[in-house]
């Protein structure tokens, strides 16, 4: 039961971070309403995808990475897909973390030198001291993401407490500007449902009990649609389109978020809360996040490349290359979360209807099998195909981009 609270806080706590921040931004042109029904549909799709893998997950060792899983249904080729396809959204993921969180950092530390130079430091320090907390173990960061945690929804009680009474119905009814980006922000909203790259190590946790495993998704991802639902309640109410759009131009970053609250609401009480939550949902988001990368190199490197790494050594293949691209592009927040969900689409959607496709037809009989038939299995692969190509769309300029 304990290790069960803990992986169900995991899940919750991974999916809770900048996705989640971000939504805000790149929900500025759709209106409170139709991003609600945004977040209904892909919750309902991603739960779905998730408990198909916990369904796949019967059929292996505990200890199987994703790779190692898509091995054994589709091959050599078929680990090699996966495992591309994890590590770029995952590292894409974590790369907007860190970015995100090192720019909260940099906002409230003197300036050292030059604001470049606090950016650089800040980004350094946030990745270091969370990122040893990995290194350490499961078990280190399931204790630290627990307090984390209920920490996280004090302070989220306190900013909808704080922003509830500065909401106005006009800016709550407010229609698209253009129906569109309601397809454009898909890949964005995505990953604010993205713990599935974590599923592995969660089951490794749990020590292969399905049951478990199917509580935490459940009971983790409800938590956190409630917790959407709310923050775009109070973010949408107080911020009118023009200001989101706004800060879409200028600066298009948490802080950015925060310095608009503060100047529309004129507390600096209320942006000090805000600060403070998504500085905690960005460190549970990174942790959990990157407990699934590092088991993933780990996975990779001793079942392909039969190479035992030291924990310290997947530390570093696990957060330099995140870390180097928060330096070298410091304002690329939702420029990375778009790349992760765009792979995660592709990861989290078709390739567990995929593996499950494959897992019925070679075990007919196993004890959880979940419900929806082969329709809803194709139904969700085709539209994880759909959102996968969004970005091309976007590129091509058959869509609107929710950032200019």
């Keep these: 039961m304990n290790k069960t609270l803990g992986s169900t806080l995991l899940v919750s706590g991974t ?22 029904v945004l977040l209904l549909v892909l919750w309902f799709l991603l739960t779905y995808s998730a408990l198909l893998f916990v369904e796949a997950y019967q059929t292996v060792e505990s200890d199987a990475g994703i ?14 897909i996966s ?5 770029i959204f995952l590292y894409a993921l974590l790369a907007a973390y860190v970015t995100g969180g090192g720019g909260l950092l940099s906002s409230i530390l003197p300036t050292i030198q030059s604001a470049e130079t606090t950016s650089h430091i800040s980004i350094v320090i946030f990745t270091t001291v969370f990122g040893a907390f990995i290194i350490i173990g499961t078990q280190t960061v399931d204790g630290l993401n627990r307090l984390l945690f209920f920490t996280m929804l004090v302070a989220l009680g306190a900013v909808l407490f704080l922003l509830v009474p500065e909401v106005k119905m006009d800016n709550l009814m407010a229609m698209p500007i253009d129906k569109a980006l309601l397809i454009s922000a898909s890949p964005v909203f995505f990953t604010s449902f993205g713990f599935h790259g974590s599923i592995p190590s969660l089951n490794k946790y749990l020590g292969g009990n399905i049951k478990a495993l199917h509580i935490s998704i459940l009971v983790g991802s409800f938590i956190t649609l409630c917790g959407y639902i709310l923050w775009q309640f109070g973010t949408h109410g107080v911020l009118t389109q023009s200001v989101f759009l706004q800060i879409l131009q200028d600066e298009p970053t948490l802080n950015g978020l925060v310095a608009a609250t503060k100047q529309v609401t004129g507390s600096s009480v209320i942006s000090g809360a805000v600060k403070l939550f998504s500085a905690l949902a960005l460190i549970t988001s990174f942790l959990g996040v990157a407990l699934g990368l590092f088991e993933c190199i780990e996975d990779l490197l001793s079942r392909v490349f039969k190479f035992k790494a030291g924990r310290i050594t997947l530390g570093l293949l696990t957060f330099i290359p995140p870390l180097l691209f928060a330096l070298f592009y410091p304002k690329g927040f939702i420029l990375a979360l778009g790349y992760a969900g765009q792979m995660f689409a592709f990861y989290a959607v078709v390739l567990p209807a995929a593996l499950v496709w494959k897992v019925r037809k070679l075990h007919p009989n196993l004890p959880y099998r979940v419900s929806g038939g082969s329709a809803l299995l194709v139904i969700s ?16 300029g058959y869509l609107p981009a929710v950032v200019g």
């Design 67 to 80: 790779g190692s899983l898509s091995a054994v249904y589709f091959g050599g080729f078929g680990r090699f």
């Design 381 to 396: 692969a085709v539209l994880g195909v759909i959102i996968t190509s969004i970005p091309f769309a976007i590129k091509a």
């Design 15 to 36: 999916m809770i971070g900048a996705g989640m921040l971000a939504m805000p931004l790149t929900s500025a042109g759709i209106g409170f309403t139709f991003t609600v």
């Design 83 to 87: 495992t591309a396809a994890l590590l």
